[in-house]
């Protein structure tokens, strides 16, 4: 089956600094990846959807200069949380389709001290 | 608009019995369903879909849903639960059979006695 994976797994870091987390299709082209957020014992809340080579669409409420995210290319997709705060604390999750169902990463745990 | 609501946050079963998570789902149009499976701190497997073809679908590990349209509902079911199926499962609607835009439901952590 299609395979994505997400880099890092999980990474601490200091609050006001920026991490960036990486999903690739490993075997498959996508041309839309999906970000995902989920709290502690909470459900998956859908951050953004991007299409390769083109800017990202946001859900309502989340901001868009703080997780931004680039596309660009078909088996990569980056997610970039600036200046973290605690709050920013979680676990995301990204998603690849090529047209088909959606395939998921293991996602990447974040904490932000 | 599309919503789903998973009716138990927690079940607790003994290994070997009968699994049953329940999910209700509301939708604008003809809705495709999936069961996916998230053990901890791994992303999603998908466990199973319907998309308008059989309302009983097969899944992988056994699992198995049915699509009742008439109580909009889309249970998961496994004869005979084993350990290693403790984990949360999330019922998800999505109103496009490619499996776009999926709204998920709350979740159910599953719990496997021995």
């Known amino acids: 089956g299609a395979v994505v994976s997400q880099h890092p797994s999980r990474v601490i870091c200091k609050s006001g600094t920026s991490v960036k987390i990486e999903c690739r299709s490993l075997d498959f082209q996508a041309t839309t990846m999906f970000w995902y957020r989920q709290f502690p014992k909470k459900s998956l809340m859908l951050m953004a959807t991007?299409?390769?080579?083109?800017?990202?669409?946001?859900e309502q409420g989340v901001e868009k200069d703080k997780f931004l995210i680039n596309h660009a290319s078909l088996t990569l997709s980056t997610l970039t949380v600036t200046s973290a705060h605690p709050e920013d604390s979680s676990f995301y999750i990204c998603?690849?389709?090529?047209?088909?169902?959606?395939?998921f990463g293991p996602g990447t745990r974040l904490l932000v001290l | 608009a599309q919503s789903v609501t998973q009716l138990d946050s927690h079940v607790s079963v003994s290994e070997g019995t009968p699994v049953l998570l329940r999910c209700n789902y509301s939708s604008s149009y003809s809705p495709s369903l999936f069961w996916y499976v998230q053990h901890p701190n791994k992303g999603l497997q998908l466990l199973l879909k319907?998309?308008?073809?059989?309302?009983l679908v097969k899944g992988i590990n056994g699992f198995e849903a049915e699509f009742k349209k008439s109580e909009t509902s889309f249970h998961l079911t496994k004869p005979s639960a084993h350990m290693s199926d403790a984990a949360e499962y999330f019922c998800v609607v999505s109103v496009d059979n490619a499996g776009n835009m999926l709204t998920f439901g709350g979740g159910t952590r599953l719990m496997v006695k021995p």
């Open positions: 319907y998309t308008s073809a059989a309302t």
């Open positions: 991007s299409n390769e080579g083109s800017k990202a669409t946001y």
């Open positions: 998603s690849a389709t090529s047209s088909g169902p959606q395939y």
